[in-house]
């Protein structure tokens, strides 16, 4: 017998804001590079953008901890 916990993960508003931005800007990167291809410059400014947030991301989450 398995017995599986999971302990709920606490997200705060600004975090879950800062995640939906993440995964629209993902979605985005992805389109552009799929019809340009992933060294078009509105692709790499789409990747700056997205490290920028990512870096906001950890951050939030660091600082709960």
Known sequence: KVI???LP???TEP?????IKIEKLRGQMVSL???FGFLH???????RDLDQ???QYYATRRTKQ
């Open 4 to 6: 599986i916990i999971v």
């Open 9 to 11: 993960l606490f997200v």
């Open 15 to 19: 975090q879950e804001r800062l995640h």
């Open 33 to 35: 590079g799929t019809t």
């Open 41 to 47: 410059p509105d692709v790499q400014k789409c990747s």
């Open 53 to 55: 947030l990512l870096l």
